[in-house]
């Protein structure tokens, strides 16, 4: 497979702070690649060093195949950005918007004018388009702010944390349009701090933090990495020191975290793990309110390898 | 690309609700603003004359005593042909427009020195006239225009004795006399000749030494460089300028507003694969023409709704301020093209170039621009107010004479060298991202 994104050793400071820590990784043509991590674990940074937006101390970056530079317009007519902030003229309409940003990439006049229809399609904002982006609302804005970076029709699209503040409904959309994007043929470098998100769409995903890479591969080879297998969680008004020690003489059980009247008792194998947490309540007759079992999510893979909780 | 950047930036700054209210408003306030301050004033000392005190000697009045044989010994200081013509003087509304002490030299000085009056003439012969002032202003160069017209028609006075002796009309046998007219000394000294103009010609004296009105009108104009005498003219030439070099700011604004260190369309247009320079220029484009209507309705508004009579040549002055909103478009360029800069930075540089600036021109204090051409003219070519206002002033003073047009040969050339250093500038994007926090 064509290895579209590669990227060597970069090493990015700002004054004292080390942003990228000799970061690398490679994305092959066709993948929805994940990037997540923390805020301020150096994503953006990335993506920006990948653009050459900002330039580097150490390292090097590929794009199809050809060293990137500021000055490459060749790659970059290929690459499309939707960057962590709505960027689009609030003076100008939806559809002056979307024109004057594909315009900058297609000299064309028809093609021009059919790419624009096509992302006016895709982010369904037909309805919208005379309108002022200042009279849109805050899911629709940012579905302007895709239909501006995507109406080229680039073969890399670079999606940095698109959802941040989107209603789910509206999440869901852009979540989807990105499947669509990525079935037409687009390599996609998704971030976001969010591991629901790209647990769903990413066919890969590199978690990263402070600048490293944590680890990488697909969400189940993640989870596969880890110790953790089921979390049984117990909302418990109140609960005794002796019983958290109890619950941990549990087989299988390796912690115990009591925290905001929510217990997490963690597992690494076993079966009918839940039953045995029950037959312990009852018999020290603890009161508690609700009791669910879940698989380990990516936060839990990054719990278990950092030590702290990927969503602070 | 060009054509396309530069209608979607046209259509940004017009629909921009906060750059149209403060590039229009700002200059109408300020305008109307000085109307009112300066119009009371300027209305009386439009019409209120210009003292000046005239020293006149002995040797002067012989002289003229000499060639005019209508000349009886009655004559005195203010019946010579200069003190005539400065009677005759007279502004549009027909009142005086000097008022004339004729007083001896010592007194003359000390009004001069206590500033009681302008200046001092001193005449020492029919064309041996020497202008005293104390300092620099526009009054000054008015007293200055009429003596130098006046000297310089002299000539004309002496065409007209030559032409009427040619024709019969005045016989000077004296070969001695003829050239000395020629030379423009003319001094007819021989009894006999006096006589012969005397018996025949009285009436041709009169018209050779009586100022006419056409004559004094003309002289009236050229000193009044146009036609408005208007001291307070100044600060609206400023404020033009102003209006000009305003429009640096939105330059600057919209051509950063395409770095990627500054905006996130910004950072959209850096990703993409558009050719710096192009984009800038048209960017440029985009608000000089914004600009360039800016000025001419604040300069119509000027004109015609508050009817500030701004003298000279109309169509000269639009062009001027044309190639000013030029010339204040390019700092504005010029000043964003500079690499590794905050907008805050860009912005203050630029408040100081037209503040400081506007105020080394004349903005505040109307004589400062002529102290500084004194101490150090090097500052008068490069402020573009300076630049700017000197090319109206030069209009209104001078006409379209050589002044003007080496005023617009400094603006022409502080233009290029700007534009050309922004384009210069562009080849290299603005690095950097941008962070709004
Ligand atoms: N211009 C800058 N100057 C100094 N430090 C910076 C600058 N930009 C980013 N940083 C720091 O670099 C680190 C990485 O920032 P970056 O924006 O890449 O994080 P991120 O993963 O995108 O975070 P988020 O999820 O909040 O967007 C952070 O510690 C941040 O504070
Ligand atoms: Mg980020």
């Known amino acids: 497979m064509e290895e579209i994104v590669r990227v060597n050793n970069l090493v990015k400071r700002y004054k004292d702070l080390i942003a990228l820590d000799n970061f690398s990784f490679s994305i092959k043509k066709g993948e929805i690649f994940g990037l997540l991590g923390p805020n301020g674990s150096g994503k953006s940074t990335t993506i920006n060093c990948i653009l050459s937006l900002l330039t580097y101390d150490k390292g090097e970056v590929y794009l199809f195949g050809e060293k990137m530079n500021v000055n490459r317009n060749d790659i970059k007519k290929r690459i499309g950005l939707i960057g962590q902030n709505v960027a689009v003229f609030n003076e100008l309409s939806v559809y002056e918007n979307i024109d004057f940003f594909c315009g900058l990439y297609i000299n064309d006049k028809a093609t021009r004018r059919k790419y624009v229809e096509d992302a006016l399609e895709f982010t369904g904002l037909n309805d919208y388009r005379k309108k002022s982006p200042k009279?849109?609302?805050?899911?629709?804005?940012?579905?302007?702010?895709?239909?501006?970076?995507?109406?080229?029709?680039?073969?890399?699209?670079?999606?940095?944390?698109?959802?941040?503040?989107?209603?789910?409904?509206?999440?869901?959309?852009?979540?989807?349009?990105?499947?669509?994007?990525?079935?037409?043929?687009?390599?996609?470098?998704?971030?976001?701090?969010?591991?629901?998100?790209?647990?769903?769409?990413?066919?890969?995903?590199?978690?990263?933090?402070?600048?490293?890479?944590?680890?990488?591969?697909?969400?189940?080879?993640?989870?596969?990495?880890?110790?953790?297998?089921?979390?049984?969680?117990?909302?418990?008004k109140y609960i005794d020191e002796s019983d958290l020690e109890g619950l941990k003489k549990i087989h299988h059980v390796y912690s115990v975290k009591y925290a905001d009247k929510v217990l997490t008792i963690r597992f690494s194998g076993g079966k009918h793990n839940i039953s045995h947490v029950l037959d312990y309540i009852s018999e020290h007759s603890i009161n508690y309110e609700r009791i669910y079992s879940e698989l380990p999510t990516l936060n839990d893979v990054f719990l278990e390898i950092t030590g702290k909780e990927l969503r602070d | 690309m060009f054509i396309r950047t530069y209608i979607a930036y046209l259509k940004k700054l017009i629909r921009t609700k906060s750059v149209v209210f403060w590039v229009?408003?700002?200059?109408?306030?300020?305008?109307?603003?000085?109307?009112?301050?300066?119009?009371?004033?300027?209305?009386?000392?439009?019409?209120?004359?210009?003292?000046?005190?005239?020293?006149?000697?002995?040797?002067?009045?012989?002289?003229?005593?000499?060639?005019?044989?209508?000349?009886?010994?009655?004559?005195?200081?203010?019946?010579?042909?200069?003190?005539?013509?400065?009677?005759?003087?007279?502004?549009?509304?027909?009142?005086?427009?000097?008022?004339?002490?004729?007083?001896?030299?010592?007194?003359?000085?000390?009004?001069?020195?206590?500033?009681?009056?302008?200046?001092?003439?001193?005449?020492?012969?029919?064309?041996?006239?020497?202008?005293?002032?104390?300092?620099?202003?526009?009054?000054?160069?008015?007293?200055?225009?009429?003596?130098?017209?006046?000297?310089?028609?002299?000539?004309?006075?002496?065409?007209?004795?030559?032409?009427?002796?040619?024709?019969?009309?005045?016989?000077?046998?004296?070969?001695?006399?003829?050239?000395?007219?020629?030379?423009?000394?003319?001094?007819?000294?021989?009894?006999?000749?006096?006589?012969?103009?005397?018996?025949?010609?009285?009436?041709?004296?009169?018209?050779?030494?009586?100022?006419?009105?056409?004559?004094?009108e003309y002289v009236t104009n050229k000193a009044l460089m146009g036609d408005n005498n208007d001291p307070y003219l100044i600060y609206f030439y400023n404020l033009i300028a102003m209006v000009c070099i305003m429009g640096s700011l939105s330059v600057l604004d919209c051509v950063c507003s395409a770095h990627s260190s500054e905006s996130y369309e910004g950072m959209r247009i850096c990703v993409s694969p558009v050719n710096n320079i192009i984009m800038n220029l048209s960017i440029f484009a985009a608000c000089l023409t914004f600009q360039i209507a800016v000025t001419l309705i604040t300069l119509i508004y000027l004109i015609f709704g508050l009817g500030i009579n701004f003298g000279g040549n109309l169509g000269y002055i639009f062009l001027t301020a044309v190639l000013g909103t030029l010339l204040g478009c390019s700092l504005g360029f010029f000043i964003a093209g500079i690499h590794g800069l905050k907008l805050k930075t860009r912005n203050s540089i630029l408040m100081w170039i037209m503040l400081g600036g506007g105020f080394l021109s004349g903005l505040m204090f109307a004589n400062m621009k002529s102290i500084i051409e004194e101490k150090m003219p090097l500052i008068n070519r490069i402020n573009p107010s300076a630049v700017l206002t000197d090319a109206f002033y030069s209009i209104n003073l001078y006409g379209i004479g050589d002044r003007f047009m080496r005023a617009i040969y400094y603006l022409v050339i502080l233009t290029v060298l700007l534009l050309s250093a922004s384009i210069i500038l562009s080849r290299k994007k603005e690095g950097g991202v941008y962070a709004s926090v």
């Open chain 1, 135 to 236: 009279k849109l609302s805050g899911g629709l804005i940012r579905r302007l702010n895709i239909a501006c970076g995507i109406a080229h029709k680039p073969e890399l699209i670079i999606f940095d944390e698109p959802t941040v503040a989107v209603d789910p409904q509206s999440r869901n959309n852009i979540l989807e349009g990105i499947k669509d994007l990525n079935k037409n043929g687009a390599t996609v470098i998704y971030t976001s701090h969010y591991m629901e998100e790209v647990e769903e769409i990413c066919s890969r995903i590199l978690i990263m933090d402070k600048g490293h890479e944590i680890c990488q591969g697909t969400a189940d080879e993640l989870k596969g990495q880890i110790k953790n297998t089921e979390n049984v969680i117990l909302n418990v």
């Open chain 2, 24 to 216: 229009i408003v700002f200059p109408f306030a300020l305008g109307t603003l000085f109307y009112l301050a300066f119009g009371s004033i300027y209305s009386s000392s439009r019409s209120n004359p210009i003292e000046v005190s005239v020293v006149v000697s002995d040797d002067a009045i012989k002289e003229y005593k000499d060639i005019n044989p209508a000349a009886t010994d009655k004559v005195t200081a203010k019946d010579l042909p200069i003190s005539l013509m400065l009677k005759e003087l007279k502004y549009e509304d027909d009142s005086p427009m000097l008022k004339l002490f004729y007083e001896d030299k010592d007194k003359a000085k000390k009004n001069l020195k206590s500033k009681k009056v302008k200046g001092i003439i001193t005449v020492n012969g029919i064309n041996d006239i020497i202008l005293d002032i104390s300092e620099n202003g526009l009054t000054q160069d008015i007293l200055a225009n009429i003596i130098s017209i006046y000297k310089s028609n002299t000539s004309i006075i002496e065409e007209k004795i030559t032409s009427m002796i040619e024709s019969g009309n005045l016989k000077v046998s004296d070969e001695k006399n003829t050239s000395m007219i020629e030379t423009g000394n003319l001094k007819v000294s021989d009894e006999k000749n006096t006589s012969m103009i005397e018996s025949g010609n009285s009436e041709v004296s009169e018209e050779i030494f009586t100022p006419d009105t056409e004559y004094t």
